[in-house]
């Protein structure tokens, strides 16, 4: 499966610590919220882009192996934690398995790699940035339970939603980060 | 200010000798509480290289200038350039050659002591790992006890002391190593011996080592007799070398003893392994010199870096030989266990010949300590 990233940068041949030197530049370049792909043949990568996201703050999504390589996504940091979530309707984590069984759907508005490294069963992906296009794949009737990492992203998407005349619309928080239940995932 | 690296070999006398030295270990904070390059008076500061790539000025005031310090990473890449930027910065360090990587595989030998008839064993002591293997050399001849996978070690050992080897014994299937046994006796010709017990699923030839099994080494007929010794695995078997010395494999070291669960069969095995350590080996003479396969702290090392200490001195000293009740014995040796090391079912697979990795593969299964023993 090919997940989409926004940026990508060839550490393919490269012996520690030059592909963390490189991630480290080449993010500059990638703007707060995108992904980057980084290809990688020293197995040591895994465990130090781990580590060194985590040290900077950047999201640190997953690694999948095709043909030998190792495919590493991480995603800037994006700070949306702090900003003010408006949109009235919402619920929780704990309350949204048992809502949708009774209808309606979970809406992932988070980018595809994230989606793709851990997401609800069943929900359906459309990140924030292609919402306002893909409107016709969503049924007005329908309840849709708009989730994000932090409730940030889906916010935003839910009050967009609601411009568009969208009613039965809800923002689950606090999001995928505090998330306890199954998740499916791409084979790492 | 100047660069210079340091080899494991160099190390290993620092640690060996008991000599000071500052290691700034610049690898992941987990890989290094995880594993770490012991000596008894080295001094530590782990801060992971992708911390540093902004400068080393927050570091500096926390090296010392009076001692040497010796930059340390996995494999050698990111030390370099911790120390070259601590060179450009005005400091004299030491980068580790070849990383942990090399640390992991250095094996020093040492002369235990000589042998009737002017043979000599030696103890290999892998530093890094914890691993001891053995050599029994006398008058051309050499035997070759739970060697690691570094094969060339040996073979050039033998070669320098003018021996052939004709005998390669493995204690036991290890679970924590890769075994260089079968590899050498192949390079060789030498018979190479296994305890069938443990050999059940072995997919090569090897020639069964039971009870009372003997070889002769040499014109002066230096004995190796085994001696089954069960608990650890299910054919765990000791050496009794020129009736001096114990070799005891994974069933019993200087500050502990071995775990009966790396076969996946504690509870079965624990009465094995009482047996052995409360009853054959008490039954044996309190003069020899009991030789691990392992050792697990650095303490353990004697003055001339060997590990080694009298059998009887042992029945005094070790946790593991003085517990009286044997539901207290069963609980210590089957609950609260250490950790189980890296990889330890993939290596038993190879040791068995079914699988075979590459080198790169070989090297990253081992990596980490060796953690055989209950304490």
Known sequence: MQIKADQQLDCKGLACPMPIVKTKKAMNEVEDGQILEVQATDKGSIADLKAWSESVGHQYLGTIQEDGVLLHYIR??????????????????????????????????????????????????????????????????????????TGTRSDLAARKLSDKGFTKVYNVLPGMASWQGKISRING | MTINKMT?????????????????????????????????????????????????????????????????????????????????????????EGGMKSWSSYLEPIKVGDLTGGGELYQFVRLGKGCLSYMVISEGEAAVIDAVRFTDIFTNFAKEKNAEIKYVFDTHLHADHISGGRHIAEATGATYYLPPKDADEVVFEYMPLEDDVTVKVGASQIEVGALYSPGHTIGSTSFIVDSKYLLTGDILFIDSIGRPDLAGLAEDWVGDLRETLYHRYRELAEDLIVLPAHFMIIQELNEDGTVAKRLGDLFAQNHGLNIESEEEFRHTVTDNLPPQPNAYQQIRQVNMGKVTPDQDEQIEMEIGPNRCAVR
């Not at chain 1, 003010?84 to 919402?90: A, G, H, L, S, V």
């Not at chain 1, 992932?108 to 292609?130: L, N, W």
């Open chain 1, 76 to 149: 800037k940091s994006s700070h949306d934690t702090g900003e003010e979530k408006t949109f009235e309707k919402t619920i929780t984590n704990d309350e949204v398995i048992d809502r949708v069984s009774k209808g309606g759907i979970i809406l992932d508005v988070r980018e595809e790699a994230e989606y793709a490294f851990g997401h609800i069963e069943g929900s359906k992906s459309i990140p924030m940035g292609e919402l306002e296009n893909r409107l016709d794949e969503l049924n007005k009737d329908q309840e849709i339970y708009v989730i994000c990492r």
């Open chain 2, 8 to 96: 494991a070999a160099q190390v290993a006398r620092k640690v060996i000798e008991k000599q000071p030295l500052f290691i700034l270990d610049v690898r992941n904070t987990d890989a290094y509480e995880d594993w770490k390059i012991e000596g008894q008076n080295f001094e530590y500061l782990n801060i992971p290289y992708f911390e540093l790539l902004d400068g080393v000025d927050e570091i500096l005031p926390k090296l010392p200038s009076n001692q040497d310090v010796l930059v340390v990473c996995a494999k050698e890449g990111s030390s370099k350039m911790i120390a070259e930027m601590l060179s450009d910065a005005g400091r004299d360090v030491f980068y580790l």
